[in-house]
């Protein structure tokens, strides 16, 4: 098994080498390779350099010992100048067959000037066969010039035995050699079949380094290709952290180029968040332990934050870690999109402010901290008061920018550490965090009604709303998140009761209250068909004459069990339930009868009045109801008064200026109630066209 993993390591590792000098540009420096030309002609050149280098020692060596002998220096002038220009002769490069075929030559002069027959640099033909082996790479071509060189080798004997040229005097030789037939023959078939034998062996070795070399390059720069065509991101770094290989995806998406990844440490690409995690895997990697599939973050070259999830693996070699591996996939995408999906679970998409369930977090945290610091936390619970008029007459869109500018008033009356959060609808909800009591959360309270007062202008519309808001208090009205948010909604409930636009703290007593708002709706959804809801008539008398002028109806409601219940307790209810226009309807064709049942009695006729919601007044079909009633109840315009409050009329003033003209059109007498207590004008007045002004006490 260790000698498995040593192998395959060891491979492992020579590939990520030559990995990164295969992915180099053009424009970098050359690289030695044996399957190219120009590579081998390198390669050969340094050899020759190293072979002149070795020669050159021994000849000083040689030339020593020989002036130190009895022979002395025995080399002349022309053979040190034959034997300097044959050596620096053979220093051309980028030359294959005449390359070789000047070495043979520059050879035979040295052999000649070296002795001859009886000179020991015959083997250097056979260095220069192999130096054609190698930078040849056709086997009949260097077999030819295998042939060549002992040709060139025959020819310099036989002109020494034919004196052509004489021979050169060197000591322990012969001078009777050069012409013993014998010898040279011999000494001319022993270098020739030894640089035949050469050639053939030296060009059959080398086709198949070639062959082998050419399939192993071919190899790895397919495997290149499959890593750069790869969508993962693969690199490899050293057991130092130099990044040695980085695939194209890997450049692409850290924006580095071939020549960076080689001056690139791991450090460098790791975003320092994930620096121990990331530093703990690559240590836990070389030593050889099991990785889990990490998640981490890169950085690219222009400081870009990428998101990526993979494995690390390490190459050994004699059981030593090599280098680190590791293939991970972008994953920014899927980051974005989650965080995208925890946001729209955590956080109401109309407005961007937490939602119920990141609100009770938000609470248990902040209910955690104040009991540490023992502390207390408020918890406010808001309602816009008539919101449903304004989302039913103007439109959801209005509505939804009227929600949006609530949201950002309500983050203006809090601190950064407070949470404002909407529940639905238009419910919304504050946690105070870090108060001392009532005190505290009261002054919030009145700073969020008195900003939310103020008039919106939204859509080409000026509107007013109001806010009805309740507060319950940690610890002292309890300790889990959902009783506390339900006692806010309690006391909310309570602030509407008591006119809205109000805030109230939850009280004991207010569950009584809940149980009785509840009983109330249950009953008020049948009241009419079982005949529960009447009409009382408060006259309207003229001080100076001391005659009626108008009669006023009033609505009641007498519930079986709790008895005789108050307007001001059921109609809110209405409002909020939607049930406000059967009753409205209910009351206004009742009291209509009334009135043309009195004129038929021979009563002198006077107006009736009749209160009318601000859901009714919002209604699109409110004056088309209105003329229905006085058709099937028979009696005139003239004897009709319809009565809405000031704060209602305000909510809208466009709107309602419209329906308020048309209704008077038709010949009704227009009131506006509880005159003072909302934020209209004098101004305001003329715009409305009413005949009644009812100032508030």
């Not at 044996?34 to 002609?41: I, K, L, S, V, Y």
């Not at 937490?354 to 009770?360: A, D, G, K, V």
């Not at 009227?402 to 950002?408: S, V, Y």
């Amino acid at each position: 098994m260790d000698s498995e993993k040593i192998v395959d390591s060891s491979w492992f590792d020579t590939f990520g080498r030559r990995l990164l000098r295969l992915a180099r540009t053009e424009g970098e420096p050359v690289r030695e390779k044996f399957t190219e030309a120009r590579g081998r002609t390198i390669l050969v050149a340094k050899a020759r350099w190293l072979l002149l280098l070795l020669t050159g020692i021994y000849g000083l060596f040689a030339l020593g010992f020989y002036s130190f002998s009895e022979y002395g220096f025995f080399l002349n002038q022309s053979q040190l100048l034959f034997l300097f220009g044959s050596a620096a002769a053979a220093r051309i490069r980028y030359i294959d067959h005449f390359q070789v075929l000047l070495d043979f030559l520059f050879i035979t002069l040295l052999v000649h000037f070296s002795g001859g027959g009886a000179s020991w640099f015959w083997p250097v033909y056979l260095i220069a066969t192999l130096e054609a082996a190698v930078l040849i790479e056709r086997q009949r071509d260097v077999w030819v010039l295998g042939a060549v060189g002992g040709l060139f080798y025959g020819l310099l004997l036989m002109g020494e035995y034919y004196d052509w040229f004489c021979e050169v005097a060197m000591p322990f030789v012969d001078q009777g050699l050069h012409h013993d037939a014998l010898f040279l023959v011999l000494m001319w078939l022993w270098v020739s079949l030894l640089n035949a034998t050469v050639a053939v062996v030296g060009a059959f070795l080398m086709s198949v380094i070639r062959r082998e070399n050419r399939a192993v390059a071919e190899s790895e720069e397919r495997l290149v290709n499959f890593l750069d065509s790869a969508n993962d991101l693969i690199f490899s770094a050293d057991t130092k952290g130099r990044l040695v290989f980085g695939n194209q995806a890997w450049k692409k998406a850290l924006g580095y180029e071939a020549l960076d990844a080689e001056e690139v440490n791991i450090d460098h690409v790791i975003h320092p968040d994930n620096h121990a995690k990331c530093l703990s895997a690559f240590r836990q990697a070389t030593e050889g332990g099991k990785q889990n599939v990490l998640e981490g973050q890169l950085v690219g070259k222009d400081g870009q934050i990428i998101d990526v999830e993979g494995d690390l693996t390490c190459s050994f070699k004699d059981g030593q870690p090599v280098s680190v591996w590791s293939i991970c996939r972008d994953i920014t995408e899927r980051k974005q999109a989650q965080q995208q999906l925890y946001h729209m679970a955590h956080h109401d998409m109309l407005t961007g402010l937490p939602n119920r369930l990141y609100f009770i977090d938000c609470l248990k945290q902040a209910k955690a901290l104040a009991k540490r610091k023992n502390e207390q936390v408020g918890i406010l619970f808001l309602d816009l008061d008539r919101f449903k008029i304004i989302n039913d007459t103007l439109g959801h869109t209005l509505g939804d920018l009227m929600l949006q500018e609530t949201a950002r008033r309500l983050l203006g009356c809090v601190r950064e550490t407070d949470t404002v959060a909407r529940l639905g609808g238009d419910e919304f909800t504050v946690v105070l965090g870090s108060v001392k009591g009532r005190e505290d959360a009261g002054l919030v309270a009145d700073k969020i009604l008195k900003t939310m007062a103020q008039p919106m202008n939204l859509g080409g519309h000026e509107l007013f709303i109001t806010t009805s808001l309740g507060v319950s208090i940690y610890p002292t009205d309890g300790t889990d998140p959902p009783s506390l948010i339900k006692k806010a909604d309690i006391a909310m409930y309570n602030a509407k009761s008591q006119g809205r636009n109000n805030f109230q703290f939850y009280d004991q007593n207010m569950d009584l209250d809940a149980e009785k708002r509840l009983a109330l709706e249950n009953g008020l959804r049948t009241a009419i068909y079982r005949n529960e809801l009447s009409l009382c008539y408060q006259p309207k008398v003229d001080m100076e004459s001391e005659q009626i002028t108008a009669m006023e109806a009033l609505l009641r409601w007498e519930h079986p069990e709790l008895g005789n219940i108050p307007p001001g307790d059921f109609i809110p209810i209405a409002e909020e339930t939607g049930l406000i226009f059967s009753v409205g309807e209910w009351a206004l064709l009742k009291a209509c009868e009334q009135n043309r049942a009195w004129q038929e009695a021979g009563l002198p006729p006077v107006r009736v009045a009749v209160n009318l919601s601000g859901h009714q007044l919002q209604h699109n079909g409110l004056v088309e109801t209105v003329k229905e009633i006085l058709e099937k109840a028979g009696l005139e315009a003239r004897y009709l008064e319809l009565e809405v409050t000031e704060t209602v009329v305000m909510q809208n003033p466009d709107y309602a200026v419209a329906i308020l003209n048309e209704l008077r059109d038709l010949g009704i007498h227009i009131s506006i109630d509880d005159f003072g207590t909302g934020y209209s004008s004098l101004a305001h007045l003329k715009r409305f066209s009413v005949n009644t002004i009812k100032i508030d006490k």
